[in-house]
């Protein structure tokens, strides 16, 4: 079956870099996704990156996937207060519906 | 560009009473799938819809419906309420062929008392 674990806390000083880590088991996965989510709103896409790539950067973020661990990783450069939300990480086959992970809360200390 | 919008914001329902949830989609997107977010976990797939038609069904019962709309619109409809319906309920839009580019609306929050 399809499963996303992700560790649900993480907190880190501002500035610093911010780790998420996220695992799978779900070989077939074609798409693997980070949604952030700040508090009492809907989803916000913020990078996917596609099974056959292993690295993919955009601006402040850095997505690295290790298809044969089945881990997903996403590295917040310099983060801010606004950085604080709930980080979701998700799988697809593409046409498929997402599968999430339950998130992780990052807090980001001033 | 318009993004995904939903009605209403907020909703309390008693137990055993009716639920409509509204989404209108990003403009140009063609398919809605729904998810519920209960407290503390994240999104669960619901259904999805495409041209009018139900296209992926995740493991909820039939009390669960939705309909979508010429203009891409859609609606859930959730019968027969239970005190574990209350959830966030969100939606996302895409083109058909690009699922891997959802985008969400803000939810709503239904609570069943």
């Known amino acids: 079956g399809e499963d996303v674990e992700q560790s649900l806390f993480l907190s880190v000083r501002e500035g610093d870099s911010s780790v998420i880590n996220c695992t799978y088991t779900d070989s077939s996965s074609t798409y693997l996704y980070w949604y952030k989510q700040e508090p009492g709103a809907g989803l916000q896409l913020l990078t996917y990156i596609f099974s056959n790539m292993d690295m993919k950067q955009d601006q402040r973020l850095t997505v690295l996937l290790n298809k044969k661990d089945k881990h997903l990783s996403l590295r917040i450069a310099d983060t801010q207060t606004g950085d604080s939300a709930i980080y979701f990480c998700a799988e697809s086959k593409g046409n498929t519906p997402l599968v999430f992970g339950k998130g992780t809360r990052l807090s980001v200390i001033a | 560009e318009t993004g995904v919008t939903q009605s209403p914001t907020h909703l309390i329902k008693t137990r055993g009473q009716q639920v409509t949830l509204r989404c209108s989609s990003q403009s140009g997107h063609n398919t809605v799938s729904w998810y519920q977010q209960a407290l503390g976990q994240g999104p669960q797939f619901i259904f999805q819809?495409?041209?009018?038609?139900?296209?992926g069904r995740g493991n909820f019962p039939p009390r669960f419906s939705g309909l979508q709309f010429p203009n891409y619109s859609s609606e859930l409809n959730v019968n027969a309420l239970e005190l574990d319906d209350s959830a966030l309920y969100l939606c996302a839009s895409s083109l058909q062929g690009a699922a891997y580019e959802q985008y969400f609306g803000p939810g709503t929050r239904l609570t069943v008392t």
């Open positions: 819809y495409y041209r009018e038609e139900e296209n």
